[in-house]
């Protein structure tokens, strides 16, 4: 397959992870059945109908701090707000690194990336990405609004930064996520990481679920997995710490009583959204992570497309939260 051929490829299977999240209702979060007070799901879809194109400029330029900037100033035409951020950092190395494994590799296309050949590949993107980068995704991010990681040498707020940003992207994310046993921006870590959460803890559950159950379920188990594992950077940088916290710890009394799977799980679902919804808490991270997992996963898919074809046939949520009940 050629370049433009895989160009459109990874557009195609990164909208399909995006669209199927907001698809898939999830608690306190936007989706087919569900808007929230400044956010709908026609704001969603709206946004990643417009996204597709940087998605592809994602994948084959290696301009990628650029990348982000394009994208995320689309989203903003679209929407008016962050719909997406965290999902087009996120996604920004996975589809760069997609991309030259595809064309390196000498695998069939349809046959899947092993996840240590996708993680390596993803890693050299991310060590690739130097100060150019790091200030056209400051830039970005500054204009939406969300907190920059802390760099104690630099002042982000000023309009000087970019003359005096000269580390990589690494480095930069390094500086949000000083210890994995603090709340820290999530997405700062993965960076970090090698997106640890996604391949480690996060992608073995996923196709294990897939396995066993319909894809949205699959969707909306792997989600209450992320929120337990990792209290949700959103909810704690506008609640707090605390608050985070006793989110997280909800999503694993959800997990204990045998996840969205049984009926009393299902309930305790139910019931955490209702209250994130009253309370006005978004764990937006939570649903950025769930879009990373679900791209890996079309990606290291052995199935011949076979979990592709189950995204895009959209299967109908499952979840008993709808709109107007």
């Known amino acids: 397959m050629d370049g433009e051929g895989l160009t459109r490829l990874l557009e195609e299977r990164a909208s399909t992870a995006l669209r199927f999240e907001v698809f898939v209702p999830k608690p306190g979060n936007v989706s087919r059945n569900q808007d929230l007070a400044d956010k709908t799901y026609d704001d969603f879809i709206g946004a990643i109908d417009v996204l597709g194109p940087y998605l592809g400029q994602l994948a084959s330029s290696d301009l990628t701090g650029e990348c982000i900037a394009r994208a995320s100033s689309a989203m903003m035409s679209s929407a008016g707000q962050n719909t997406h951020l965290g999902s087009i950092i996120l996604l920004a190395p996975l589809l760069r ?188 991270t939570t649903a950025d992570l769930t879009v990373s997992v679900l791209f890996v996963s079309i990606m290291v898919d052995p199935g011949n497309g076979d979990l592709m074809s189950k995204l895009m046939d959209g299967a109908e949520p499952s979840g008993s939260f709808v709109k107007g009940a």
């Open 97 to 284: 690194g997609s991309f030259i494994a595809l064309r390196d590799e000498a695998e069939p296309v349809l046959s899947g990336i092993s996840p240590e050949v996708l993680r390596n590949y993803l890693s050299n993107v991310v060590d690739g990405m130097g100060p150019t980068d790091v200030r056209a995704f400051i830039e970005a991010v500054r204009q939406i609004g969300p907190p920059l990681p802390p760099v104690d040498r630099y002042d982000l707020t000023g309009p000087e930064f970019n003359e005096v940003i000269d580390i990589g992207m690494r480095d930069f994310m390094r500086s949000g996520s000083p210890d994995p046993g603090q709340i820290v921006n999530t997405i700062s870590r993965e960076y970090v990481t090698d997106l640890e959460i996604t391949f480690e803890q996060l992608l073995p559950a996923f196709l294990g679920y897939v396995e066993r159950w319909t894809i949205d379920i699959a969707l909306r188990a792997v989600f209450i997995d992320a929120l337990s594992i990792v209290p949700d950077a959103l909810i704690h940088a506008k609640f707090g710490e605390e608050t985070a916290r006793s989110v997280s710890s909800l999503a694993g009394g959800i997990r204990s009583a045998g996840n969205v799977m049984t009926e009393e799980g299902a309930g305790l679902e139910d019931d955490l959204n209702k209250q994130l919804v009253m309370s006005g808490m978004n764990p937006g």
